[in-house]
């Protein structure tokens, strides 16, 4: 009598959740395919049945993490700065909600076409409150590269939760350099300053695009 393998089909999206799970307890540099084989109980070979490097199976959490951070197109009554603002806390969120996300967003080389459809979706939102393609364009890109980096600064930072290891002395003298300042250099209030200058950027570009179209 013939026996069935009890396990549940192996998928490209039960992959990559589960990569990401493995990501948040070990971080990036221990995201390897031989370890996420062992979690899966697989050979390593079987994963590239689904994804043929690496980078692709990075590609694909990269992905999936822009995905849950609520891009696309803006909802009906939210006026553009609102939405800019609201994309960008989204992203932010998402990103600090995985171990080493503005690292692992940063290295995706090949968007899916559905990635690529949100962005598109957003420059479609954008014109129809009278923003140009290029300037749709470079506002979404630019407030995407802001919130990446300033992740990328926040996850860093020596004895976060997110960021590596402490080194001797270094966390004591950083903490007291930053006594000094107002205010903390990566902070809300730092973020949601940083959003407001492309904001207020953006809204001089377009009154300019708009007094040349008239």
Same mark, same amino acid.
């Given at each position: 009598?013939?026996?069935?393998?009890?396990?549940?089909?192996?998928?490209?999206?039960?992959?990559?959740?589960?990569?990401?799970?493995?990501?948040?307890?070990?971080?990036?540099?221990?995201?390897?395919? /031989?370890?996420?084989?062992?979690?899966?109980?697989?050979?390593?070979?079987?994963?590239?049945?689904?994804?043929?490097?690496?980078?692709?199976?990075?590609?694909?959490?990269?992905?999936?993490?822009?995905?849950?951070?609520?891009?696309?197109?803006?909802?009906?009554?939210?006026?553009?700065?609102?939405?800019?603002?609201?994309?960008?806390?989204?992203? /932010?969120?998402?990103?600090?909600?995985? /171990?080493?996300?503005?690292?692992?967003?940063?290295?995706?080389?090949?968007?899916?076409?559905?990635?690529?459809?949100?962005?598109?979706?957003?420059?479609?939102?954008?014109?129809?409150?009278?923003?140009?393609?290029?300037?749709?364009?470079?506002?979404?890109?630019?407030?995407?590269?802001?919130?990446?980096?300033?992740?990328?600064?926040?996850?860093?930072?020596?004895?976060?939760?997110?960021?590596?290891?402490? /080194?001797?002395?270094?966390?004591?003298?950083?903490? %007291?350099?930053?006594?000094?300042?107002?205010?903390?250099?990566?902070?809300?209030?730092?973020?949601?300053?940083?959003?407001?200058?492309?904001?207020?950027?953006?809204?001089?570009?377009?009154? %300019?695009?708009?007094?040349?179209?008239?």
């Amino acid at each position: 009598m013939a026996t069935s393998d009890a396990r549940p089909r192996l998928t490209r999206a039960a992959i990559v959740e589960t990569a990401l799970r493995l990501l948040d307890e070990v971080g990036l540099d221990e995201l390897t395919t /031989r370890r996420l084989a062992a979690e899966l109980d697989i050979t390593s070979p079987a994963l590239y049945w689904h994804f043929d490097s690496k980078q692709s199976l990075l590609d694909a959490i990269g992905d999936e993490i822009i995905q849950r951070s609520g891009m696309g197109s803006s909802p009906s009554g939210e006026t553009w700065q609102e939405w800019v603002l609201r994309r960008s806390r989204g992203y /932010r969120a998402e990103l600090l909600r995985h /171990r080493d996300g503005a690292r692992v967003v940063s290295a995706v080389r090949n968007g899916s076409p559905e990635t690529f459809q949100l962005f598109l979706d957003e420059i479609d939102a954008l014109a129809g409150f009278g923003f140009g393609a290029e300037l749709a364009t470079k506002t979404i890109t630019a407030s995407t590269h802001f919130v990446t980096g300033f992740v990328l600064g926040e996850q860093m930072r020596i004895g976060s939760p997110e960021g590596g290891a402490d /080194r001797p002395g270094v966390h004591e003298s950083s903490d %007291a350099g930053r006594a000094q300042l107002a205010i903390d250099p990566l902070g809300e209030a730092m973020f949601d300053h940083g959003v407001a200058l492309i904001i207020a950027g953006t809204e001089r570009m377009l009154a %300019a695009d708009e007094t040349e179209r008239a």
